[in-house]
């Protein structure tokens, strides 16, 4: 196609075009005609436009774990009220994955992430239960109470956290329940406490003698506070700590509520005081000013919400999944449910507004990091990795095989048996040796670079001898005795004469040598010789699945990693494929 002084296109024989065309217009127009190179070429554009700027928009935190989100499966369901239950809602109770709540109707409803194990799921619920008028919700059980104030519980019940002992089952004047870690306790109208399940990991001491006096209670992760009715707030362990450490000033004390590690506690005057093990990342004591007056406090994991007299809610504390951003226009709130990372504001119509931890995108990892936020560093890395291995090899492969290839001679013979000595290393076995020596005496970001340099110096022979010979077969052409005979230097010869007519052959295999790298350095990671956690690599994010127990049960943990490592690795064959056929003009047919 060619346009006339008209501006329209005449159609050209093939001999006219290739005239009209140049040798790199004719290598572009080929490739293109290639739809498995053209089709590998869009999706690697893809991946690589993703892992190099999703990084700038979710970058990830290397320090970052949490245990109440190992293990979640992929999806936004978190804080997905049932639409029976949306209106008519009489207590909800949030776990780190589920939430689950009773209507005015008695009937119970679980939404979220359920299944806390292989074999227990949330949502069996124990039949014949009644009419369920509270609920608490802790680690990985439930506990319930109906309307003739019988007791329930169930979920993993490893240490009797939700096996209910008898002599609950007599007490009838129960006020409130409460769920902790591996752990359950009953309050009740008199003020007393029974206390079931792991008492040591909790400093709760069962002979207090606060028995008689309490009002509230409220569980951090190792610890139990109490309100007495007198509005004092009182240490129920018997370890001296920063829980038991009360500010100065309180007065008398209306509300408290607790996160993992810090209690909180509402004054008659409506401030709010927290002490305790403050996280310097969530400064849950970092109280925002507000106008109004407080009425309520209510703790997350490691956040606070209040509820104000005039119908308005604020939150401060940790904000990783965003648990601490009240929405906007959020007004009229009656009651606000708090736990972990979700967030229930019950307005005047009884409908809920949510905000916080949704779910996630592709799951979580046994650490309970997000696997997206991971995937797309990884990749980063992963590519980053296989380019700069694949740059040091071209180089050395280059300048090996045109020396080699030029000079011949004894320079020739050296080189190549050079080469077969480096050939010769079995590259993994060599790999895992070398990292076992090294051991633990260089950093992550020292061992990354060792693995980029140790790629590139010992893939550069395959190279080297296409280079050799590509050389050794144009050294003796006209054009090159033309430039000796001109008196131009030898390297210059082989660098800007030769060097340039044999570019195609470096550019396919530095190409495929690109996958090669990325597979290498991913099986290297895969067992666990490579880039170290807890900086991801698509291969070292696959160490942590190589056992039946992940494959069976976390398959959001591999399947993703793996894909998307499979998918990119064959895109850059067939861009790479393709480029060999278009460069070939033995391999053009019409």
Known sequence: MISNLFGRKEELSIFEEEEVQSPFRTVINTFKENKFAMGGLIVFLLIFATVLIGPLIKPIDLSFHETSQQNVEPGFDMMKIPDALNGKIQDIAIGPTFSIGASTDGNLYTWGKTKISPTIDIKNTPEDMGNIVKLAAGFDHIIALNDEGKVFGWGSNRQKQSKVPAEISQVR??????????????????????????????DFNIFHPYQGQLDKVAFTSDAVIGLTFDGEVVYLGTLKNSYSKFPEGMGKVKDIASTASTVAAL????????????????????????????????????????????????????????????????????????????????????????????????????????????????????????????????????VVGSVSGYFGGRIDNILQRLSEIVASLPFLPFAMILSALIGNSMTSRQKTILIMVILGFLSWTSLQRLVRAQVLSVREQEYVIAAKSLGIKKSHIVFKHILPNVISVIIVSATLSFATSMLTEASLSYLGFGVQAPQPTWGNMLYGANNSVVIQNYWWRWVFASALLGTCVICINLIGDGLRDAIDPKSQER
């Open 267 to 398: 004054g008659e005057d409506g401030k709010v005081y927290v002490w305790g093990n403050i996280s310097q990342k969530s400064k849950e004591n970092k109280i925002p000013e507000f106008s109004g007056k407080v009425v309520s406090i209510n703790g997350g994991r490691y956040h606070y919400t209040a509820l104000t007299e005039d119908g308005k809610v604020i939150a401060w504390g940790g904000n990783t999944y965003k648990q601490s951003e009240v929405p906007k226009g959020l007004k009229d709130i009656e009651k606000v449910y708090t736990g972990y990372y979700q967030n229930y504001a019950i307005g005047k119509d009884g409908k809920a507004t949510t905000w916080g931890l949704k779910g996630y995108l592709l799951g979580t990892d046994e650490l309970g990091r997000d696997i997206f936020t991971r995937l797309l560093n990884g990749g980063r890395m992963s590519m980053t990795i296989g380019a700069v291995a694949v740059i040091i090899s071209t180089i050395i492969g280059v």
């Open 173 to 202: 004047n129960i006020k409130e329940i409460y769920a902790g870690y591996q752990c359950s306790l009953i309050l009740t109208e008199d003020g007393h406490t029974h206390f079931f399940g792991n008492s040591m990991n909790n």
